[in-house]
């Protein structure tokens, strides 16, 4: 079944007609018939932005509708078990945990055992040694009096192991990071994601892309919130 097809089998959205019109025909034309069928962004590329944003918000309604539609054009399901995992760190434990119940279901549904997603034959991403330890020294001369664990961890888990761990590519891990930052409003973090994302092959079209998707899903303030920084990052690098 090619991606329109399944958009449109989701279309009719049960009590939405009832409730409000306008919603459920912005919700067939303009999101389901329109947005996932643009350019610049592949319908997993979409699925990745779209349940990284329903994680990172807490917003289980949805979810299962976005991970059926991810497992069925390309993501795996190690790849989704592995995104939980990234966004406990990005959105917080809470949000992960609430999202593993649902990821569960729409495994156990299709038949799936979550056993052997964790391993994987690849080794761990490479990493720039030299960048790491200048942005590990400036994180503690600049917080290390604050909160030294905090850095410290930063390092050790979350650069050296998260972002290095193979079940998902680099780019996957940058675009999934930066739905999270967005959607919980955290843009103080946002431009370096943005300069990783660039430095890992994502290019300024999907990145441009990706806010025009995730306005739909985080919410129009969101995007344009985040707009001005993006454009500070572009107007920032060479072309």
């Known amino acids: 079944m090619d991606h329109a097809s399944l958009l449109s089998n989701a279309a009719a959205l049960p009590g939405a007609q009832d409730v409000s019109p306008s919603f459920e025909r912005y919700t067939t034309e303009v999101v389901l018939g329109d947005l ?11 699925s990745v932005i779209t349940l990284s944003v329903l994680i990172a918000r807490n917003q289980s309604a949805d979810m299962p509708f976005y991970l059926n539609v991810a ?6 399901p190690g790849e989704i078990s592995a995104m939980v995992a990234h966004l406990a760190f990005y959105s917080g434990w809470a949000n992960a945990m609430a999202a593993v119940d649902v990821v569960r279901a729409v495994f156990h549904r299709r038949g799936m055992d979550a056993t052997p997603f964790a391993s994987i034959d690849a080794g761990p991403h490479p990493i720039d040694e030299q960048l790491e330890q200048r942005r590990h ?3 503690m001369h600049k917080f290390g009096q604050v909160a030294p664990g905090l850095v410290q961890l930063t390092s050790d888990v979350l ?14 891990r940058c675009l999934i990071t930066i739905c999270s930052v967005i959607a919980t409003a955290q843009t103080a973090q946002l431009a370096f994601y943005v300069n990783r994302a660039l430095d890992h092959c994502v290019s300024r079209a999907e990145l441009s892309e990706l806010l025009t998707h995730i306005a739909f899903y985080s919410g129009w303030s969101s995007a344009y919130t985040a707009l001005a920084v993006v454009k500070d990052v572009f107007e920032s690098r060479p072309d």
């Open 36 to 46: 996932w069928k643009r350019p610049h962004l592949s319908v997993r590329d979409r």
């Open 71 to 76: 497992l069925d054009h390309g993501v795996t």
């Open 137 to 139: 020294a400036a994180a």
């Open 159 to 172: 650069f050296q192991d998260v972002w290095r761990s193979p079940e998902l590519s680099l780019r996957d």
